[in-house]
């Protein structure tokens, strides 16, 4: 069975940091590229970042750049997200994602809350 674990949300001050983990199991990790989507209340899923299988690549969204990090550990299965400086606006439902690019294949985790609220 493959499964996408995310651990390291909850709530946080603006300004404040946070990195998320999500462990997979049941796929060959290397040969996926991972990402990290977000869903705010009332809004559509959108991606916040992307890293490669090897992790050479990397890709943001706009609103991000410069504050979030991604990166993979291959030998862990577990891709990262370093949150920091973090704002109110990036409140959301944070989605840890295995895509098989060529394949087409895709794996979603369960979400993890992030709130950032004084």
């Known amino acids: 069975q493959v499964q996408l674990v995310e651990s390291g949300g909850g709530l946080v001050k603006p300004g404040g940091s946070l990195r998320l983990s999500c462990v997979a199991s049941?796929?060959?990790?290397?040969?996926?590229?991972m990402n990290w989507y977000r869903q705010a209340p009332g809004k559509e899923r959108e991606l916040v970042a992307g890293?490669?299988?090897?992790?050479?690549?990397?890709n943001y969204a706009d609103s991000v750049k410069g504050r979030f990090t991604i990166s993979r550990d291959n030998a862990k299965n577990t891709v990262y997200l370093q949150m920091n400086s973090l704002k109110p606006e990036d409140t959301a439902v944070y989605y840890c994602?295995?895509?098989?690019?060529?394949?087409?294949?895709?794996?979603w985790g369960q979400g993890i809350q992030v709130t950032v609220s004084s």
């Open positions: 994602n295995a895509l098989r690019v060529i394949l087409r294949i895709n794996y």
């Open positions: 049941g796929i060959t990790f290397s040969n996926y590229a």
């Open positions: 890293i490669a299988t090897t992790g050479g690549r990397t």
